[in-house]
């Protein structure tokens, strides 16, 4: 959604949903550091897949640079442990910079 365009600019809001694939990543503790395994499998550190939701909202001027503010909401059990005792979530929140050509 946004705002009318204006000579000064306009503000921007959205929500959606967010598909998000684990491809690789480091775990570090104890002085040891390792690639981390992600999958279904009990022995993974992660699963692979994630559902979330995200919400932005931003402000654009007419020149076309931009700043926005967004929030991402972690819905999946990223725990490959299938037991009510594991459970682990993800949640963000970044601030962007940016330019439209």
């Known amino acids: 959604l946004r705002t009318g365009g204006s000579d000064s600019g306009h503000l921007f809001v959205g929500v959606g949903p967010v598909f998000n694939w684990n491809l690789s ?7 040891i550091e390792r690639e981390m395994d992600f999958g279904n499998d009990s022995s993974d550190d992660l699963r692979s897949f994630e559902l979330g939701a995200s919400a932005t909202v ?4 007419q020149m076309g640079a931009f700043v926005r503010a967004y929030y991402h909401l ?3 059990n990223l725990s490959p442990i299938d037991d009510n005792n594991s459970s682990i979530r ?3 929140f970044g601030l962007s910079l940016g330019f439209y050509f």
Do not use: D, Y
């Open 25 to 31: 990543g480091t775990t570090k503790g104890n002085n």
């Open 74 to 76: 972690g819905l999946s």
């Open 90 to 92: 993800s949640n963000s």
């Open 58 to 61: 931003g402000f654009k001027l």
